[in-house]
C-alpha cells in the first residue's frame, strides 16, 4: 500500500503486507531525489586491502543451512569473498536458474538478498536463533543491477553495516546504509515439525459401483435436513416427485 506523507508531499510511505493477513512485513518511506555523481570505487584497491584473505562460498552457505536457513540456487548469488578487518568485498553473479529474469527487476532480488548476505560474514555466531534481516536506515538507487557486480559490506557500527553495490567496473549502482539484523526466536528456529518437509496433495477419485435403491434402505423416520444454503434444498423440491418418497415430500412441504 501507498501513501502521500501527510508532513511532506513529496514523500511516500508504503507497507508491504500478506494478503488478507494483516501483518505487516515490511513499511518506510520513499522520495525521489536530484541526481548526484556517485565516486565510483577502486575494485582492484579493494581486493589489496582485504588482508584476511578469501573465505570459501560453499561453507560461507553451510553456516546458514546449519542455522536452519537453506538458500535455494536462485539466492545463492555469491561466488566469491575477500574478507577484511570489518570489512569484506563480495563477488556476486546472477544465478543461471534466474539469468532469464535480469531485465526484470531494477534492484533483482537474487542480488540484493545476497548483498545482504555478506553482512553476516561479519557477524561472530548468533547465540539465539538464526540471523534475518530486520531494518535498513537508508536505501539509494543510482543504477539498475548487472548481472555481475561486487558488494563491498563495512561495518558503520557495532551492530550496522553499510553496502555499496558495484558494477564490474566499479561504478556504483546502489547504496544501502545502516543495515542490521535479528535473531529468530530460538523456540521458532527449534521448531522442525514442518522443517524439510514438501507435501504434494492431489485429488483421487475412488470408482463406486451403482447401487439400487431398496425400501429397506430407507428409514420410515422423519429425516432432517441441514444446510445455511438454499440452492440444494430448491434442487430437492424440483426433483421429480417419484423420486422422493412421502416423507421427503411432506417435510418439504413444510420448509
Known sequence: ALYVNESDPTEIDFEVEAAG??????????????????????IQKLKAEMSLGQLDVDEFYGRFTQTGISYG???????????????LLAQLSLPGVV???SQSYVLHPS???SALQGCLALIEESQGGPLLPFELD???V??????EMFAWVRRSDQLKFDVDLCDRFGNVCVQMSGFASRALDAGLASN?????KLYSLAPIWSRLRAQQASEDRCSPQSILLLGEHEAPLAWLRNAPAAAKPDHVRALLDRA
Open 142 to 147: 543510482v543504477a539498475p543491477c548487472r548481472a
Open 192 to 196: 522442525t515439525d514442518n522443517q524439510g
Open 111 to 113: 542480488l540484493m538478498d
Open 21 to 42: 493477513a494483516g501483518a505487516i512485513h515490511c513499511q518506510g518511506q520513499a522520495r525521489w531525489v536530484d541526481a548526484q555523481t556517485v565516486p565510483g570505487v577502486d
Open 73 to 87: 540456487p536462485a539466492h545463492r548469488a555469491i561466488t566469491g569473498i575477500h574478507l577484511g578487518e570489518g570489512q
Open 99 to 101: 539469468e532469464s529474469t
Open 138 to 140: 537508508t536505501v539509494r
